[in-house]
Nanobody
Framework: QVQLVESGGGLVQPGGSLRLSCTFS????????MGWYRQTPGKQRELVAR???????NYGDSVKGRFTISRDNAKNTVYLQMNSLKPEDTAVYYC?????????????WGQGTQVTVSS
């Protein structure tokens, strides 16, 4: 069974940095598309960044140039480096795994980690 465990959230001042990690188990990590999404109360979950098995990446417009997604297939882990954080980045961040190698392309989600940007 696929499991995703996120870590690295917390409280940071505007302009600061955080790195989120998400460790995957229960499938073939190297063949998954991995992503980070975020959600605030009353709003839909939105894409932050995504990285495919071939390392192609794409980002939400609001984080381009500030956030970087990366993956370490040896550690079954995907990272989100967040720099120049703004108060509007405050949200619960969720890790997503898309098993593109599996019939039906099932998606799995982590439990979420809170990121708060405030002085």
């Amino acid at each position: 069974q696929v499991q995703l465990v996120e870590s690295g959230g917390g409280l940071v001042q505007p302009g600061g940095s955080l790195r989120l990690s998400c460790t995957f188990s229960g499938g073939i990590f190297s063949m998954c598309a991995m992503g980070w999404y975020r959600q605030t109360p009353g709003k839909q979950r939105e894409l932050v960044a995504r990285i495919r098995s071939g390392y192609f990446t794409n980002y939400g417009d609001s984080v381009k140039g500030r956030f970087t997604i990366s993956r370490d297939n040896a550690k079954n882990t995907v990272y989100l480096q967040m720099n120049s954080l703004k108060p509007e980045d405050t949200a619960v961040y969720y890790c997503n795994a898309a098993l593109t190698y599996s019939p039906g392309n099932p998606n799995y989600w982590g439990q979420g980690t809170q990121v708060t940007v405030s002085s």
